[in-house]
């Protein structure tokens, strides 16, 4: 019996549950079953089901749900839609999701990680289609994505990048971070920012250029902290105006203090200001209020180390992991050490 040129069936493939496939230049089952080298497997473009995880109030880009959805729509059988806003967002349901299509800023992308890494492993292989909506959105700009996505992606799901995360030891509450850990001016700003009260109408770029002035005041009047490190058999003890972690190449107020840093490599970069290059920190925070055109060789005042593994230690009245301040502690003790491909982003 002869097959049409064109089958649709069954199947689970790459550990991924999809709803069908199309089978082209099939001449009959034989060719199917005995000859599977010349068929080609293609995925339909509107045969995936995808899960949209949507925080509508980030940033000041008002995306809609349901212009998403209709941007998603042509891709998929099936769309389900999740709002971060909503109590008990966090019990979704990923089984035979294909495809995470998350529009949020990078506090977004953390809770929602936090959820997905106490689940299942396999679940993590799920690409995860990042579409920025916060104020700094330094994780999509770590990776080059732009703010306007185009919603294109290859039907195969495999232009992802890898995104490692970095496992904590030693910290209550925390078990994990995206974009980094440490002690310095910057859980300070998150602190000040914290208190200060949202200005109604405020742009994204307005409130970033605020926070850049809280930052450059908190650097000029900081006291350094002191802080001991152990990383990769390497020992340094020290004062710092930033003893820092990074996942990513960019912190807070999209301060670019590891340009080379890449969250897939396997690599961590620890990021080291001392007080002596406190003028040159100035400078370029300064230069980034100017808007001026051009880049500024962060290397003149940061010291970055590649590191796999790290141990901290500090007496510092604050710290901070990723977006939370960590304070009232009498000494900080603790470890942190890759987990690589922890996420696929598209």
Not at 57 to 71: F, R, S, V, Y
Not at 289 to 316: C, P, Q, T, Y
Request: aromatic share 8%; proline share 4%.
């Amino acid at each position: 019996m002869r097959l049409p040129a064109t089958f649709m069936f069954v199947i689970t493939y790459n550990h991924i549950s999809l709803n069908k496939f199309i089978f082209i230049g099939m001449e009959t089952d034989a060719d199917l079953f005995l000859n599977p080298e010349k068929t080609i497997l293609k995925l339909s473009p509107c045969m995936r089901k995808i899960l949209v995880v949507h925080n509508p109030t980030a940033g000041d880009e008002a995306q809609n749900k349901a212009d998403l959805i209709a941007k998603l729509k042509p891709h998929a059988v099936d769309v389900a839609y999740v709002s971060t806003d909503d109590e008990g967002w966090e019990d979704f349901l990923v089984d035979d999701v294909n495809l995470i299509a998350l529009c949020g800023g990078d506090g977004t992308l953390r809770k929602f990680a936090g959820v997905m890494l106490e689940r299942n492993k396999k679940h993590l292989d799920i690409p995860i289609y990042l579409i920025p909506a916060g104020t700094a959105n330094n994780i999509a700009t770590t990776l080059n994505l732009g703010s306007a996505r185009d919603f294109k992606f290859q039907d195969d799901l495999k232009n992802y990048q890898l995104f490692d995360f970095g496992k904590i030891s030693g910290l209550t509450d925390f078990d994990y971070f995206l974009e980094g850990v440490g002690f310095g001016f910057f859980p300070e700003l998150i602190r000040e920012m914290n208190e200060k009260e949202e200005i109604p109408n405020e742009s994204a770029d307005e409130k970033l250029h605020r926070t850049l002035g809280v930052c450059r005041n908190i650097v000029e009047r900081m006291d350094p902290v002191k802080v001991k490190i152990k990383c990769d058999g390497e020992q340094i003890k020290d004062k710092f105006l930033l003893a820092e972690v990074l996942n990513t190449k960019h912190i807070g107020p999209n301060l670019e203090l590891a340009p080379n840093g890449n969250p897939g490599d396997g690599f961590m970069d620890l990021i080291l200001i001392t007080p002596d290059k406190r003028n040159l920190l100035l400078d370029y925070i300064d230069h980034l209020l100017s808007g001026k055109e051009g880049e500024v060789d962060v290397h003149k005042f940061v010291k970055v180390i590649k590191v796999k593994k790290v141990k901290m230690k500090s007496k510092a009245q604050i710290m901070h992991v990723d977006d939370t301040v960590i304070r009232g502690e009498n000494k900080y003790k603790f470890k942190l050490k890759v987990r690589e491909a922890g996420l696929r982003i598209i």
